[in-house]
């Protein structure tokens, strides 16, 4: 069974330009969440979907936004980059949100954005 | 809010000896999901083991065990007959069940372990 995909792995983008980072969950997983891992704050939720619904939401500015799709395959946007978003972003997913399932999340290998 | 806290930034262990990761959390729902997440350099979050609050036989992995004390929020993580492949920043987390805590985890701020010959 294929893992968690994410692209691209590595991308290198200048203050002001935005991106859009993707994320492919194993089959038969409906929740994707995504999460920001940097060396000062660590690991942090950015927000969570679930059959195309935005769930739950972390302590991020607006300009960080997701989706997703009907294949729950899930993208997240962030425009006007700042320094500061220089981060690995997670993808990670789970077969639903809460009850029947482990709570377990799955992660990918992650997308690592670099801001200049 | 729920939190959790890892004291030890760093933890060194020799081979084939037994490390013991600390965790601590805080949260006042009755039940929730626990986890050790292991990060190696190749960045790929894996998971080690997990506890649901409800259980109170603490769960075991293989060479990996923890010590669940829910009335004093603790979860650590013990490591036996450490390997050279258990070099990695370790993550504790939190996952409740309701709503607003379900769908996150909330990790501490890891610990890396090294592994020495």
């Known amino acids: 069974k294929a893992g968690v995909t994410q692209t691209p792995r590595y991308l290198i983008k200048t203050r002001g330009q935005q991106v859009t980072l993707s994320c492919s969950p194993i089959?038969?997983?409906?929740?994707v969440s995504w999460y920001q891992q940097t060396p000062g704050q660590g690991l942090q939720f950015l927000f969570e979907?679930?059959?195309?619904?935005?769930?739950n939401k972390g302590n991020f500015p607006g300009r960080f936004s997701g989706r997703q799709f009907s294949n729950s395959r899930s993208e997240m946007n962030v425009s006007t980059l700042e320094l500061g978003d220089s981060a690995l972003y997670l993808c990670?997913?789970?077969?639903?949100?809460?009850?029947?399932?482990?709570?377990?999340?799955?992660f990918g290998e992650g997308s690592r954005l670099t801001v200049l | 809010a729920q939190t959790v806290t890892q004291s030890q930034p760093e933890m060194s262990v020799q081979e084939a000896e037994t490390v013991t990761l600390s965790c601590t959390y805080d949260?006042?729902?009755?039940?929730?999901?626990l986890f050790w997440y292991k990060q190696p350099p190749s960045r790929q979050m894996i998971l080690v083991i997990r506890?649901?609050?409800?259980?109170?036989q603490n769960a075991t992995e293989n060479r990996f065990s923890v010590n669940f004390q829910k009335a004093a929020k603790s979860f650590s993580l013990k490591i036996s007959d450490s390997q050279l492949g258990d070099a990695a920043m370790y993550f504790c987390?939190?996952?409740?069940?309701?709503?607003?805590?379900?769908?996150?985890?909330?990790f501490g701020t890891g610990t890396r372990l090294q592994v020495t010959l």
């Open positions: 506890q649901e609050a409800y259980k109170q």
């Open positions: 979907y679930f059959s195309e619904t935005q769930r």
């Open positions: 949260t006042s729902e009755s039940d929730y999901y």
């Open positions: 990670a997913s789970s077969l639903a949100i809460t009850g029947v399932n482990t709570g377990e999340l799955f």
């Open positions: 987390a939190y996952r409740g069940i309701n709503t607003g805590t379900a769908s996150k985890l909330t």
């Open positions: 089959s038969g997983h409906r929740s």
